[in-house]
C-alpha cells in the first residue's frame, strides 16, 4: 500500500559531478538543464525541447543517477515512480498514480518526472495474459494520455530508464513523448577508476591500495558493481576490527561481486 503513495517531489544534491564518465549522455543532458533553469527564454528562442528522454542501458550504469543529476544541477523538484511498483496495484490505482504525479509535476514546474523500469508498465500492449494485465494497459495508457497533455514550455521533463527497449510499446517512442534516446555503457578501464574514486571518497583506505589496479582487475563491473565492492570492503575490514580497508579485504569482495553476477548470469563470462 505504502508503494501506491504519491511520493512527494525530493530536493537532490546530485551533479554531473557525481557521475564519472558518460560524456555524450551529461552533454545532451545539459542542454535540458538550461531548458529548465529558465523555461521561457528558451521558448522565446523557439529552441524545441524533448518532453520525454528515454535512456537506455544495462543494470547499474548511472541512468537513475543521470536523472538525478539535472534535477540537482537544474534545482528543480524531482519526482519518481518505478514501473514495478505498478504490479501490485488494483486496477485503476495505477493509472490514479500516473496522473496525480503529472499535476504536481506540472504545479511545481520547472519539474522532472523519472520512471524507472519504464518497461514493466511500458512493454507491448494486447499480448492477452488478462489478469494484472488490465492494469499495467491501463497505466500505460493514462502515461501516454499524460505526454500528449502538456506542451513542452510548461517546464515538466520526463525521464525514463530501461535496460529492455527492445519491449517497449512503439507508441511511447512516437514524435512528443519519449523519442529522444540517450544510451549509457558499462564503463571503460578509465571510467571505472574514476567511479571507485567518486566512492572510495567516504570509505577509509590503506595508503598502498591503487584504485587504477582494482579498475584493471574489474572488467565488466558497473558502476553499481563497483561501489557494492568498495562497500563490501569496508564491511570485511570492519568484520577484522583493521583500522582502513586493506588490499585482501579488496580482493574478497571482489570475487564475492563477481561471484553474484555470475549467479545472475550476466556480463562476465
Ligand atoms: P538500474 O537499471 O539498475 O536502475 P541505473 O542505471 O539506474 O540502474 P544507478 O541507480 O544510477 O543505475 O546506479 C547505481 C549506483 O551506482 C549509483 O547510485 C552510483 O553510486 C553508482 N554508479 C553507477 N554509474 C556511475 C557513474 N558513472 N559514476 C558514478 N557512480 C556510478
Known sequence: QSKAK?????????????VAGLEGAKT?????????????????????????????????????????AVAGEAR???????????????????????????????EKAPSIIFIDEIDSIGRKRGAGLGGGHDEREQTL??????????EPNEGVVVMAATNRPDILDKAL????????????????????EEILEIHAKNKKLSD???LGEIARSTPGFSGADLQNLLNEAALIAARYKRKAVEQQDIDQARDKVMMGLKREGIRLS
Not at 533553469?37 to 548511472?62: A, H, R, Y
Not at 528543480?76 to 503529472?102: C, H, L, Q
Not at 512516437?174 to 571505472?192: A, W, Y
Open 141 to 150: 495508457n493514462q502515461l501516454l494520455a499524460e505526454l500528449d497533455g502538456f
Open 28 to 68: 545532451e543532458l545539459q542542454e535540458i538543464v538550461g531548458f529548465l533553469k529558465n523555461p521561457n527564454q528558451f521558448d522565446s528562442l523557439g529552441g524545441e525541447i524533448p518532453k520525454g528522454l528515454l535512456m537506455v542501458g544495462p543494470p547499474g550504469t548511472g541512468k537513475t543517477l543521470l536523472a538525478r
Open 208 to 210: 598502498d591500495i591503487d
Open 76 to 106: 528543480v523538484p524531482f519526482f519518481t515512480i518505478t514501473g514495478s511498483d505498478f504490479m501490485e496495484m488494483f486496477v485503476g490505482v495505477g493509472a490514479k498514480r500516473v496522473r496525480d504525479m503529472f499535476n504536481k509535476a506540472k
Open 6 to 18: 504519491l511520493q512527494d517531489a525530493e530536493k537532490v544534491n546530485t551533479t554531473f559531478e557525481d
Open 173 to 192: 517512442l512516437r514524435p512528443g513523448r519519449f523519442d529522444r534516446q540517450i544510451t549509457v555503457h558499462l564503463p571503460t578501464q578509465e571510467h571505472r
